[in-house]
T-cell receptor, first 114, second 116 residues
């Protein structure tokens, strides 16, 4: 049963610290998405990768957020420095590149910045 | 530009009764439409999608959705609700003309509460 995995599942950190979240997409999927979910803003797209190349990161605060795919089995989302307003659940999703294909979501990383 | 609206923040329904979760969309071309479900402390899970063809789409867990082009709607339905259907439901849309990659727009979500 192929699944998207994310680590860590929970992270509590202090303001100003660096946070790195990791995602392993489903083997064979060539698109990866990072989303942020909060009560106030709902589900926001932060970044999108296709074949490991970033295609859209317009939803991501550029000054503190960065997203990469070092290889096809790993996607990372980094926040440096973290702020309390970054507290949210961060989801990674993967899929196959066809417009009609659904996305497969990971379980999320719940981030709390104190 | 594409958008999707879920007009109800919450829907309450008695167990065994039919349920409907509403979704309307706006696209410049033809839409691909999706429904996802999110259970507490879990990621979103795909339920069903409309691409083309039959306006009534059947999906997982007995859910179905009806595509109505004239009303630009894609309402989620189930004939008989279960308590275990209680969750957050997201409608999503992708415009065929939105570009060369798989960006979709999600609605704000509707919380479904099935009352025993």
């Amino acid at each position: 049963d192929a699944r998207v995995t994310q680590t860590p599942r929970h992270k509590v950190t202090e303001m100003g610290q660096e946070v790195t979240m990791r995602c392993q997409p489903i083997l064979g999927h060539n698109t990866v998405f990072w989303y942020r979910q909060t009560m106030m803003q709902g589900l926001e797209l932060l970044a999108y990768f296709r074949n490991r190349a970033p295609l859209d990161d317009s939803g991501m605060p550029k000054d503190r957020f960065s997203a990469e795919m070092p290889d096809a089995t790993l996607a990372t989302l980094k926040i440096q420095p973290s702020e309390p307003r970054d507290s949210a659940v961060y989801f990674c999703a993967s899929g196959l590149e066809r417009e009609w294909n659904e996305q497969f979501f990971g379980p999320g990383t719940r981030l709390t910045v104190l | 530009a594409q958008s999707v609206a879920q007009p109800e923040d919450q829907v309450n329904v008695a167990e065994g009764n039919p349920l409907t979760v509403k979704c309307t969309y706006s696209v410049s071309g033809n839409p691909y439409l999706f429904w996802y479900v999110q259970y507490p402390n879990r990621g979103l899970q795909f339920l069903l999608k409309y691409i083309t063809g039959d306006n009534l789409v059947k999906g997982s867990y007995g859910f179905e959705a009806e595509f109505n082009k004239s009303q630009t709607s894609f309402h989620l339905k189930k004939p008989s609700a279960l308590v275990s259907d209680s969750a957050l439901y997201f409608c999503a849309v992708r415009d065929l003309n939105s570009g060369g990659y798989q960006k979709v727009t999600f609605g704000t979500g509707t919380k479904l509460q099935v009352i025993p």
